[in-house]
Each structure stands twice: as C-alpha cells, then as structure tokens.
C-alpha cells in the first residue's frame, strides 16, 4: 500500500496545476479563433501578407489585454463576493455557536462515534474559533471557494492568449523568409490552427483526467467550426 500521504500531495499539486485551466483553454481558444478569423478575412480579401502580420499581432495585443482585464475584474469580483459571504456564515456561526455544536456532535454520531467521543471532540474543537468556523463553513454550511490570485489568472489568460493565438500567424512570418511557403501559407496556417486547437483539448484532458483523445478532438470541432464561421464571413466581406 502507497503512502496516503503522498497520495494527497499529489491530488494537491494536480489542483493547483489545474488552477488555471480555465484561463489556459479559454485564453488560447479564443487567441486562435479571433486571429484566424483575422488571417481569414484577409485572405478573402487578397490583401498583402504585411496586413495579415500588422492587424494580427494588433489582435494579438488589444484582445489579449482586454480578455486578461476582463479575467482580473472578474476573479477579483468574485473573490470580494465569496469572501463577503464566508464573513457573514461564519457570523451566524458565532450566533448559534449552541446549535453549530450540537450539529456536528449529531454529525460524528451519524458517522459511528458514541455520544461521549463526539461531545468531546465537538467541544475540544469549539476551543478554536477559527478552525471551528472553518470546518462549519465548509462542512456543514457549503463554504464558497476563494480564489487567489486575480492578477495571475489575467497574467495567464493574456500568455496564452497571445501564445496560442500567434499560431496562424507563425506561417506568414516565417513565408517571409521561406518563399516556398508563398503558395500554401493559408492552408499552413489552418492546419497549424487546427494542431494547436487539439493540443488545448489534450491538455486540458491532462489536468481534468478525461480521455485526452476525445478531448482533443472536441476542442478541435468547436474551434474549427469556429474558424470555419469566420472564413466564411471574412470570405464574404472580402468580395464586397
């Protein structure tokens, strides 16, 4: 048998990498998907290569920020929102500190303790405000998570943003280098976008431990029937 010790750990730092998923996914999903819609529109309209590369990494830039802004405002709101009500629970705890008692002594006795064990651990716990709160808020009153780290979620939603989301343009910065790539850079591109939307499933897949194939093929769907909206649009908008 492995120590249940190190079993913890690791369910432990799993969440903690885990923190931030949300931010990764939805940061490099929508990084892809608006900068592709951006070299899509272009290609319809025949533009230059340098106008791909300009309004691109301008997307890159103002979407990015703008979504991290949004991320920060936000994780913070909800922060301020979760701790406002875990000061107001644990003041109805203090209020009904008899009650709370009795609750968590009848819980033990549900749980196989006798009458005698749970008073006693009920009443030595009660001694510690702080920890007695906790355990009710979480236990008994269904505490509210609080996050941390508002600015590191936008931190992390704008890289990957702009990580993410410079993977159609990586083809038509290197085509000015490679002449070769001159007559294919679109169909490069799609298929670098279309890679890149699969790697975000399959890592995603990594930290909530479902299948990483299936992940990836359903963040390859969404996104290309995404991208494949925003062609057309594009496409249609180049002819006007």
């Given at each position: 048998m492995g120590n249940p010790l190190i079993k913890v750990n690791k369910e432990q730092k799993k969440f903690k990498g885990g923190k931030y998923i949300k931010s990764i996914v939805y940061g490099g999903l929508?990084?892809?998907?608006?900068?592709?819609?951006?070299?899509?529109?272009?290609?319809?309209?025949?533009?230059a290569m340098k106008v791909v590369i300009i309004l691109g990494f301008s997307n890159l830039l103002a979407d990015g920020f703008s979504m991290a802004i949004g991320d920060y405002l936000s994780s913070k709101s909800e922060n301020e929102y979760n701790s406002g009500l875990k000061k107001q629970k644990s003041r109805e705890v203090i209020e009904n500190i008899d009650d709370e008692i009795a609750s968590l002594v009848s819980a033990y006795e549900n749980q196989g303790m006798s009458t005698q064990d749970a008073q006693s651990i009920a009443y030595t716990l009660a001694k510690y405000e702080s920890s007695f709160i906790d355990q009710r808020i979480t236990n008994g009153h269904g505490g509210e998570e609080i996050q941390e780290g508002p600015l590191k979620n936008a931190i992390v939603t704008f890289l990957s943003f702009f990580f993410f989301g410079m993977t159609p343009l990586l083809v038509y910065v290197l085509s000015m280098f490679v002449p070769v790539l001159n007559d294919?850079?679109?169909?490069v591109a799609s298929v670098l976008t279309g890679?890149?939307?699969?790697?975000?499933?399959?890592?995603?897949?990594?930290?909530t431990h479902s299948n990483w194939l299936r992940s990836g093929l359903e963040m390859l769907v969404i996104g290309g029937l995404a991208a494949v909206a925003a062609y057309l649009i594009g496409y249609v908008l180049g002819g006007i």
């Amino acid at each position: 048998m492995g120590n249940p010790l190190i079993k913890v750990n690791k369910e432990q730092k799993k969440f903690k990498g885990g923190k931030y998923i949300k931010s990764i996914v939805y940061g490099g999903l929508d990084g892809i998907v608006t900068t592709f819609a951006v070299v899509s529109g272009v290609a319809g309209a025949s533009l230059a290569m340098k106008v791909v590369i300009i309004l691109g990494f301008s997307n890159l830039l103002a979407d990015g920020f703008s979504m991290a802004i949004g991320d920060y405002l936000s994780s913070k709101s909800e922060n301020e929102y979760n701790s406002g009500l875990k000061k107001q629970k644990s003041r109805e705890v203090i209020e009904n500190i008899d009650d709370e008692i009795a609750s968590l002594v009848s819980a033990y006795e549900n749980q196989g303790m006798s009458t005698q064990d749970a008073q006693s651990i009920a009443y030595t716990l009660a001694k510690y405000e702080s920890s007695f709160i906790d355990q009710r808020i979480t236990n008994g009153h269904g505490g509210e998570e609080i996050q941390e780290g508002p600015l590191k979620n936008a931190i992390v939603t704008f890289l990957s943003f702009f990580f993410f989301g410079m993977t159609p343009l990586l083809v038509y910065v290197l085509s000015m280098f490679v002449p070769v790539l001159n007559d294919h850079v679109f169909f490069v591109a799609s298929v670098l976008t279309g890679v890149t939307l699969f790697i975000l499933g399959a890592l995603k897949s990594r930290i909530t431990h479902s299948n990483w194939l299936r992940s990836g093929l359903e963040m390859l769907v969404i996104g290309g029937l995404a991208a494949v909206a925003a062609y057309l649009i594009g496409y249609v908008l180049g002819g006007i």
